[in-house]
């Protein structure tokens, strides 16, 4: 248990910066930034954190930071712990140095994933952070590989026939695990005791280390700016986001829902869903229900709480 006293009191992530009001990826930010023990560099992917806290001349980290492009972000943290370690040979550098990727659901489920299937791979040291808030913000609210079943986007708009997204979502931090890593986690930001102490778990191991963290979106999910850690506390709540970690091929659930509320409390808040209220759509809230209960019941075997 993480307890506030043990935190950096400094702010590392400062204001001033212009990502929404309520946005999930800055609280996620300035938490991740609360769980450092040593100097840390960290690696963003371009996306709605990136564009939105380093408008030149201005910057809100007080850490080493680097913009990388769309797809790399864990490539280019592989070549900073690459040669850190090089430097450390040489007898150039001594310091022990932490390295964190951010990047967004976008640059992460689908174009970054090649770049991360070979750093968690190859066994580099570094934390890779996906924020997701289930479509390609930044550009104007494109579905990604993350965005839900149901969600209305840019490009899964809702009209009378198509329900928003036809697809699901995929399974991320299934397909990290399958690279045999020490950590993989999920997160919300509504729990952030937990995230917090995944942080500092996945600093700790040494080889790569994820977390998926949901990120509120006001803008693209369409919800009131005022709700965002209401909605990340119903994702957990529902069973929609399932909060657990996998250690070494060991799946293990953190937060239990006993009592989950129906899925329509998360669904009702955001304008991406509000479609799905009509009566020709309402069959689907019953597949997503559907969908989250499966889903539940695969995670919670997995972690032999079935
Ligand atoms: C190769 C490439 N394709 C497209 C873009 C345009 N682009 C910049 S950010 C972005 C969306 C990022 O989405 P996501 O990773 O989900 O982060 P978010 O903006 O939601 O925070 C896109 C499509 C780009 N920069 N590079």
Redesign the pocket.
């Known amino acids: 248990m993480v307890t506030l006293k043990e935190l950096t009191v400094e702010e590392l992530f400062t204001s001033g910066h212009r990502l929404c009001a309520g946005c999930g990826?800055g609280i996620i930010a300035r938490m991740t930034l609360k769980a450092l023990r040593r100097p840390t560099i960290i690696v963003n992917?371009?996306?709605?954190?990136e564009?939105a806290s380093t408008i030149y001349p201005y910057t809100s980290w007080r850490t080493p930071w680097v913009h990388v492009?769309?797809?790399n972000a864990a490539a280019v943290a592989s070549g900073i712990e690459a040669a850190i370690k090089a430097l450390k040979k040489r007898g150039a550098w001594n310091k022990e140095v932490d390295i964190i990727a951010f990047?967004?659901?976008?640059?992460?489920f689908d174009?970054g994933i090649q770049a991360l299937s070979g750093a968690l791979e190859r066994g580099h040291d570094f934390l890779y952070i996906c924020?997701d808030?289930e479509?390609?913000?930044?550009?104007g609210i494109?579905r990604?590989g993350?965005t839900p079943h149901g969600a209305a986007t840019t490009t899964s708009p809702a009209g009378t026939k198509i329900p928003g997204k036809p697809e699901f979502k995929k399974d991320f931090i299934g397909i990290c695990a399958a690279h045999g890593i020490e950590y993989a986690a999920t997160a919300s930001p509504a729990y952030w005791n937990d995230y917090i102490r995944k942080v500092q778990r996945g600093l700790a191991v040494e080889g790569p280390a994820v977390i998926h963290v949901f990120s509120p979106?006001p803008l693209?999910m369409r919800h009131d700016s005022d709700k965002s850690i209401e909605i990340a506390r119903l994702a957990v709540q529902t069973r929609y986001w399932p909060v657990y970690e996998v250690e070494n091929g060991k799946y293990k659930l953190n937060i239990k829902v006993p009592r989950p509320k129906p899925i329509e409390e998360f669904l009702k808040l955001q304008g991406r869903f509000r479609h799905l209220f009509k009566p020709q759509f309402q069959h689907e809230i019953k597949r997503i229900q559907e969908w989250v209960d499966e889903n539940w019941k695969r995670i919670t075997e997995l972690c032999g709480e079935a």
């Open positions: 990826a992917a371009t996306g709605c954190l564009v492009a769309f797809e990047a967004g659901d976008g640059g992460t174009i924020y808030n479509a390609y913000m930044n550009t494109q990604s993350a979106c693209g």
